[in-house]
């Protein structure tokens, strides 16, 4: 986890096991539909080397694996959000 540590275990696991989230479990972290989500990613994709990335801000970053987008974040917004995308449910 290159050095940083996260207030609870359940996020500590979390950002452990998860680098991206779906274009689904983002839009809900970030409370924007993911047609919203996407439009955005296609509006700031630039490409980096051979890879199709999209810098969002506040340390949100989109990576194009193929035809699909993940979403990567510099810290998770909050630990109950991140618990309740992780478990399939809106926080």
Do not use: H
């Amino acid at each position: 986890m290159s050095g940083t540590t996260c207030r609870s275990n359940g996020v500590q696991k979390l950002r452990a096991g998860v680098r991206y989230f779906t274009l689904r479990q983002a839009a809900v972290l970030l409370t924007m539909t993911e047609e919203a989500l996407q439009t955005r990613c296609r509006r700031e994709a630039r490409r980096v080397g051979r890879d199709t990335v999209a810098r969002l801000g506040d340390g949100v970053t989109a990576v194009k694996f193929g035809k699909l987008w993940r979403i990567r974040f510099g810290d998770i917004p909050s630990d109950r959000s991140a618990q309740s995308v992780a478990q399939g449910r809106t926080p």
